[in-house]
């Protein structure tokens, strides 16, 4: 993603979806490899995986 904003709302998106059922995070990781929740939760908050700093 070339904007942080964008992928902060594809994240949150996703991770929403997951949190819901709607689709079992599996699937994200079979079309995202690098997908994970905690990645997604680090993309929504703006932070980097290994800090948490934003």
């Known amino acids: ?3 942080p904003a964008t992928a902060q ?3 949150a998106v996703v991770l929403r979806g997951l ?3 709607a689709y079992p995070e ?3 990781l079979r079309l995202a490899p690098s997908a994970d ?7 929504v908050g703006r932070t980097t ?3 948490g700093e934003h």
């Open 19 to 21: 949190d819901a059922g």
């Open 1 to 3: 993603m070339d904007e």
């Open 37 to 43: 929740t905690n990645a997604l939760r680090h993309l």
């Open 9 to 11: 709302a594809l994240a």
């Open 49 to 51: 995986p290994i800090t």
């Open 26 to 28: 599996s699937e994200v």
